[in-house]
């Protein structure tokens, strides 16, 4: 059974990108709780849509946005993101380029992380790609994503504890509230002291 909580994260998987239209569609024919959820009307909208429309993303967009509790999902993700980079999980030039997305799109807190994948790791080949390089340059090439590792998990690991403490918090999409020191933003204040550190 899908509670409302679980129907909010399909909706913000849509809207993000994270399944397809079709993934969506199948879905939502199986969930028929969002009728008693969300009522009739909300429901019968979502199926009267035609999904095989060029421009469903966008009807599809404007009739769910306004049920998805986007700075929880958002938080979320921004703090699995971040944690993959503490705890060395998965590909970090991929998480890396993630941020850097997320820092242009207001996560201004990200700063450092995002100006450091732009300015260098971004030409790190990504894991997925190991086959199309030669071994030896591309060994060569993730060395430099190593050399820069302790900084980068450092500021995993700094902006997680704001998280932690309530001092960051993402209340909508791409907007969040900032309640530390003036002195603990030094991705906005001293991002210089930052790289040379």
């Not at 035609?50 to 929880?72: A, M, Q, T």
Request: hydrophobic share 35%; net charge negative; proline share 2%.
């Amino acid at each position: 059974m899908n509670g409302k909580e679980d129907i909010q994260k399909q909706f913000y998987n849509i809207y993000k990108g994270h399944i397809s239209i079709s993934e969506f569609e199948e879905w939502l024919y199986k969930t028929q709780e969002i009728e008693s959820i969300y009522g009739n009307d909300f429901y019968f909208s979502l199926l009267d849509l035609d999904y095989r429309n060029k421009y469903i993303k966008n009807e599809l967009e404007k009739l769910i946005e306004r049920e998805i509790p986007f700075g929880e999902f958002e938080q979320a993700r921004i703090i699995s993101l971040l944690e993959n980079i503490r705890y060395q999980q998965d590909d970090e030039v991929e998480i890396l380029e993630q941020l850097y997305d997320d820092y242009c799109s207001g996560y201004s807190f990200l700063r450092f992380l995002g100006l450091t994948y732009i300015t260098g790791i971004d030409a790190i080949p990504k894991i997925q790609q190991r086959d199309k390089w030669d071994k030896n340059e591309f060994d060569r090439k993730r060395e430099i994503l190593n050399s820069m590792n302790p900084k980068i998990i450092n500021e995993a690991r700094r902006l997680l504890s704001f998280f932690q403490n309530g001092l960051l918090k993402i209340i909508a999409e791409n907007e969040y509230k900032d309640n530390r020191k003036e002195e603990d933003k030094i991705e906005l204040n001293h991002i210089d002291k930052m790289f040379k550190d």
